[in-house]
């Protein structure tokens, strides 16, 4: 660990010469790409840093115990009983931060929110969970924009999109797609009866087009007019886009923007995320005998999450997580909640699980 900790400490300090460097200086996207990584491994050598210097505290403490002075053998023991800990939570936390990060983490997001079986209190917990979201979006000092929106009859919503951008997006709420199932007297119920209800939650990095390796003669486009609910918001041009790619016959559209502009950016990315999904299913099914991700594919057929209002009970069913603050969680603080997931995943890493 130590010979791989010294070479990300030199790595490191390159970056921070290269950050001076006037042709570096002179280029803004050199310059964001290496201040990014700099940024990265700040965390990791700050404790790195301090675990060296616990380390070598406790050799010192090691060297007193030789003394022949009683007193002097006392406090080098107490400094070692205090310092011995210390430098294990270190070493503990230097093996996490270890870890290969999935380098989408970074990314922003297109976050999609679409009512599920349960009528009008369906679209109701729709707009429930946007509401949530959003207000954790402001508490993480995140940027989001809705870009299609359709109103449930009674409030809430049918589909909400909206993009969001700001840091480490897609490592929080990747975990956040799935079934989300809300268990409460509804509004729109007048015997008092406790009903069930669901809302889809789907959550997509966002790719720079430059990274997605899709050879343009494979592809095939067609623009349509997308339908629209009437009034002056009818759409009278082909602002629709749908993609085939042909070697596999996976197909993505978007209608979510008036833009066509926007929405072939929108179905680029769906593209190249079902792509990367068959990818990885067939991968999957190649290699049986390994064992699934902790924290569950991400398909919306996964029920990963019940809110139950009766109980003020929230469940995270993929790694029976039981919180008694639902109160709390639905006005957006789902910290302790995503960081159980990030803790479940990097576990599943560390005992080398399928991803």
């Given at each position: 660990?130590?010979?791989?900790?010294?070479?990300?400490?030199?790595?490191?300090?390159?970056?921070?010469?290269?950050?001076?460097?006037?042709?570096?200086?002179?280029?803004?996207?050199?310059?964001?790409?290496?201040?990014?990584?700099?940024?990265?491994?700040?965390?990791?050598?700050?404790?790195?840093?301090?675990?060296?210097?616990?380390?070598?505290?406790?050799?010192?403490?090691?060297?007193?115990?030789?003394?022949?002075?009683?007193?002097?053998?006392?406090?080098?023991?107490?400094?070692?009983?205090?310092?011995?800990?210390?430098?294990?939570?270190?070493?503990?936390?230097?093996?996490?931060?270890?870890?290969?990060?999935?380098?989408?983490?970074?990314?922003?997001?297109?976050?999609?929110?679409?009512?599920?079986?349960?009528?009008?209190?369906?679209?109701?917990?729709?707009?429930?969970?946007?509401?949530?979201?959003?207000?954790?979006?402001?508490?993480?000092?995140?940027?989001?924009?809705?870009?299609?929106?359709?109103?449930?009859?009674?409030?809430?919503?049918?589909?909400?999109?909206?993009?969001?951008?700001?840091?480490?997006?897609?490592?929080?709420?990747?975990?956040?797609?799935?079934?989300?199932?809300?268990?409460?007297?509804?509004?729109?119920?007048?015997?008092?009866?406790?009903?069930?209800?669901?809302?889809?939650?789907?959550?997509?990095?966002?790719?720079?087009?430059?990274?997605?390796?899709?050879?343009?003669?494979?592809?095939?486009?067609?623009?349509?007019?997308?339908?629209?609910?009437?009034?002056?918001?009818?759409?009278?041009?082909?602002?629709?886009?749908?993609?085939?790619?042909?070697p596999t016959g996976i197909v993505a559209e978007s209608t979510?923007?008036?833009?066509?502009?926007?929405?072939?950016?929108?179905?680029?990315?769906?593209?190249?995320?079902?792509?990367?999904?068959?990818?990885?299913?067939?991968?999957?099914?190649?290699?049986?005998?390994?064992?699934?991700?902790?924290?569950?594919?991400?398909?919306?057929?996964?029920?990963?999450?019940?809110?139950?209002?009766?109980?003020?009970?929230?469940?995270?069913?993929?790694?029976?997580?039981?919180?008694?603050?639902?109160?709390?969680?639905?006005?957006?603080?789902?910290?302790?909640?995503?960081?159980?997931?990030?803790?479940?995943?990097?576990?599943?890493?560390?005992?080398?699980?399928?991803?």
């Amino acid at each position: 660990m130590i010979d791989k900790l010294e070479g990300i400490e030199n790595r490191y300090y390159y970056l921070e010469e290269r950050l001076s460097d006037p042709v570096v200086l002179s280029d803004m996207t050199q310059f964001a790409k290496i201040n990014k990584e700099y940024k990265d491994l700040s965390s990791l050598i700050t404790v790195y840093h301090k675990y060296k210097e616990v380390g070598a505290a406790i050799d010192n403490a090691k060297v007193m115990l030789l003394d022949v002075d009683d007193e002097m053998k006392a406090m080098a023991q107490e400094e070692l009983n205090v310092l011995t800990p210390q430098y294990e939570e270190l070493q503990e936390e230097l093996e996490v931060l270890l870890i290969p990060k999935d380098p989408e983490d970074t990314k922003d997001v297109v976050f999609e929110i679409r009512s599920g079986t349960g009528g009008d209190e369906a679209s109701i917990f729709a707009g429930d969970l946007y509401k949530m979201y959003t207000r954790y979006f402001e508490s993480q000092g995140w940027r989001f924009e809705v870009i299609d929106e359709n109103p449930g009859t009674v409030g809430g919503y049918n589909k909400i999109v909206m993009e969001v951008y700001g840091a480490e997006v897609y490592g929080k709420l990747k975990f956040e797609s799935g079934a989300h199932r809300v268990q409460r007297v509804p509004k729109t119920e007048s015997q008092g009866r406790v009903h069930t209800s669901a809302a889809t939650v789907a959550v997509m990095p966002k790719f720079e087009e430059e990274e997605i390796d899709i050879r343009k003669d494979d592809l095939k486009t067609d623009t349509f007019r997308a339908q629209g609910a009437g009034g002056q918001h009818v759409n009278k041009t082909e602002s629709g886009v749908r993609f085939t790619h042909l070697p596999t016959g996976i197909v993505a559209e978007s209608t979510d923007s008036r833009s066509q502009h926007k929405n072939r950016e929108i179905a680029l990315q769906r593209l190249y995320v079902k792509i990367r999904e068959a990818a990885k299913e067939k991968a999957y099914l190649e290699q049986k005998d390994q064992r699934k991700s902790l924290v569950g594919s991400g398909d919306r057929s996964d029920k990963i999450r019940t809110y139950n209002y009766p109980q003020n009970r929230v469940t995270d069913h993929r790694i029976n997580l039981t919180l008694y603050n639902l109160d709390t969680i639905v006005e957006g603080d789902l910290d302790e909640i995503i960081k159980a997931l990030q803790v479940a995943e990097n576990a599943n890493k560390m005992q080398g699980g399928d991803n």
